[in-house]
């Protein structure tokens, strides 16, 4: 593995890590920009824009988009979060130039007026899609409750009101002042052509012009609600339980991943045992989420209406127990190695590495090889893990409960 | 591509499959046993899932816990699953480990506890998660559409019904378990990095002994097929459809992967292009080719609010006829291109690798190496193309869906 960087006069960073042996190769236009970026009025504007990047340029339609990324048998789509937005391509080796000329030149978008409103159409189906998707919509309200005024409490897709309401030159004006050269970084993995790529790069973007993307902020202060919100549709309870963690760039990021694994992995940890195991919830989770100075552990339960209250209960109990004691050794080891087998079976795909590399870079503009990753993964100690669940106070949490019961 | 391929048979009916790949540090290995869903007793749908969540609790020396703390320890990322046919033990793990993973596993598929008291918590969670699928439209109607659509009991919902579930006992299943949990038939398969004259002296060593009685037969029934609708006040419309297709091993099975491409592969497909790019009626829309031995189809679907759902099954199906009318230019060229570069792409995990290779010897019998699929691909014709119409022309629909408003789905008919 071979890592490589380098910086246009622009200010676009391009990072690389070669892997000779792969058979294919991953690109990526990291863009730092999401709902916490967006003001309230145009909420959901960077994840329809998204969607506007894929309908032509000044010299592609619509359709030769789709078709020039097909013609290659690529590999390839985008995605939004609430702090990114990542355009990528996964091809093979003899398509690197055509990937990168297709992404580089969709991140300068006609946007259409015409596309702009059919478009409109697709993002109120995608809103309406996950009206459906009762874990989505508890992970959606309580991202909102948790957050507050913060600007990360906004939905990544908008509400079918904003997105209604959202003018075409709203949508230019968010794209001139956050697609700046400076806040994009080109990531590439597997079985790369370097000098040619930073080539590449270089002839498709060198002339994109600059502004400063600034983003706010703002001190994170949980909510600590506990809501529970009916709704008679559904069958069975689910509740999303919400706390602080460590952020992105905090050297507790490790610790924290082991935090949520022993608590709450599919296999093996407190929550299944103490829950699903013995069927009282048919899912327990616990899932670790770092963002940009901040970070949230994540619990998320299915269940009996009839024994939600004694699932979130256990649920609880655990956390209490578990900050009081830390993980047992057992625990600890099994932990880090389950994460640790994760990532090197992730990291034998281009697109496993290609997030893995390009979040480094662009929350920490560092480059970690996957054997330090795992150094690192493995340096953690009991002490580490209690560390953080004791810093991030782990039985303060914010709830949000969706389905037949009004009240726990 | 680099890539070996072994078959080794043992004496009690068991097959051992390889797929060796350069550059990898990981092995995925897959037990395959012949205790699928289309074999549950008729009077208890849902038995297999059931087995699969009991097997884990508790085998060989190990309790429950201690099982599972085992295969966490070891970094095992372990699934079990029930298909059509196969009840499915899985794990991926880095390949200095596979020894004492196929340790594990060896005593779950032969030695499982199977006792008393671990039996009702594994029943009650194949009911929760039956019970969870009225929140999940989507996955009901294509469940749904599945049990439609193949030949009765083909393509039964693994998630068994209600009362299936509540007739079963431990004694029951036990007896299902002796039936169905059996070497002969059974396949255990591995891909990534080992040894495989290694691999065949540990199968022999960990499961040589195992004896059990002839892989059980299937009887099936014609197909129930039809169109159904649910009502349920859901966001969206659920539309799901499949219509006949060549199984794998088929003279027509090749074109008509092109097809499927041409299709719904990608984002330039006929039915991405037409439903949403032109018409913006969908988020999803999508068509994938999918089979059992013997038997396949052309599943298509997609999602869309109630104003829009006529609109959208109307265009969706006219794209599946406007297929009889030829390919468009390009259309052959880019669909071989895609179909190819797939294989590669996804050929580089070994996951993927080792249910390709249970795949194959299901429905085939054999092992495909991936120069040969991609040969085959390259080889396609537009004359192929057009006899693979011919022969296989979108009719004879079987349908599911589920929404606040019926449609009118008189299109559907030949």
Known sequence: MDFKHTQLDNGLTIVAEHAPAAESLAVGFFVRTGARDETPEVNGVSHFLEHMVFKGTARRSPLDVNREFDDMGANYNAFTSEENTVYYAQVLPEFQARAVDLLADILRPALREEDFTTEKNVILEEIALYEDRPHFKVFERLMAEFFGPHPLSQPVLGTAQTISALRRGQMLDYFRQRYSPTNITVVAVGNIAWEALAEQVSQACAHWEPVQAHRLMPAVEPAGTQRWVRDAKLNRQHIGLMGLAPSAQSPQRYAAQVLATVLGDSTGSRLYYALVEPAIAEEASVSYDSMDGTGGLLTFLISDPARANEALAIARREFATFLTQGPTEAELTAAKNKIASASVLRGELPMGRLPAVGMDWVYRRSYTPLAEQIDELMAVTAEDVLAVARDYRLTDTTLLALGPNDKP | ?414
């Open chain 2, 1 to 414: 591509m680099a890539e070996e391929l072994f078959v080794h048979q043992l004496d009690n009916g068991l097959t051992l499959l390889g797929d060796r790949m350069a550059h990898v540090v990981s092995t995925a290995v897959n037990v395959a046993l012949p205790a699928g869903a289309s074999l549950d007793p008729q009077a208890r749908p849902g038995a297999a899932t059931v087995l699969s969540e009991w097997l884990f609790r508790g085998a060989g020396d190990r309790d429950s816990r201690q099982l599972n703390d085992a295969l966490d320890a070891l970094g095992c990322h372990f699934d079990q699953g029930v298909r059509s046919h196969f009840l499915q033990i899985s794990g991926s793990q880095v390949h200095q480990n596979l020894l004492a993973v196929l340790e594990i596993f060896a005593d779950v598929a032969q030695r499982p506890r199977l006792a008393e008291e671990t039996f009702e918590p594994s029943r009650d969670l194949a009911r929760q998660d039956l019970e969870g699928l009225d929140d999940e439209p989507s996955r009901k109607v294509n469940i749904d559409l599945r049990e439609r659509f193949y030949p009765w009991p083909l393509g039964i919902s693994p998630l068994g019904t209600l009362e299936g579930l509540a007739e079963l006992s431990p004694d029951a299943l036990r007896a299902h378990a002796g039936r169905t949990l059996t070497p002969h038939g059974g396949i255990l398969a591995v891909a990534g990095r080992f040894e495989f004259d290694e691999v065949c002296d540990w199968a022999e060593r960990l499961f040589g002994a195992w004896q059990g009685p002839p892989a059980p037969a299937i009887e099936t029934a014609p197909a129930q097929g039809g169109i159904h609708f649910q009502q349920r006040p859901t966001a969206q419309v659920q539309i799901a459809l499949a219509c006949p297709a060549p199984p794998t091993g088929d003279e027509h099975y090749y074109p008509f992967r092109v097809l499927e491409m041409i299709l719904g592969g990608g984002m330039s497909c006929r039915l991405f292009t037409e439903v949403r790019e032109k018409r913006g009626l969908v988020y999803a829309v999508g068509a994938r080719y999918q089979g059992v031995r013997g038997h396949a189809g052309l599943f298509v679907y997609a999602g869309t609010t109630p104003e829009k759902a006529q609109q959208t099954l109307d265009v969706t199906v006219n794209e599946l006829r406007r297929l009889g009318e030829g390919l468009e230019a390009g259309e052959l060229e880019r669909a071989k291109i895609q179909l190819k570069s797939a294989l590669i792409m996804q050929g580089e995990s070994t996951g993927a690798r080792v249910g390709g290779l249970v795949n194959d010897w299901y429905l085939l019998g054999r092992l495909r190496p991936l120069h040969e699929i991609a040969a085959a691909v390259d080889a396609v014709s537009a004359d192929d193309v057009a006899a693979c119409l011919a022969a296989w022309p979108a009719r004879q629909f079987t349908a599911s869906l589920l929404g606040p408003v019926e449609l009118n789905t008189t299109g559907l008919s030949d």
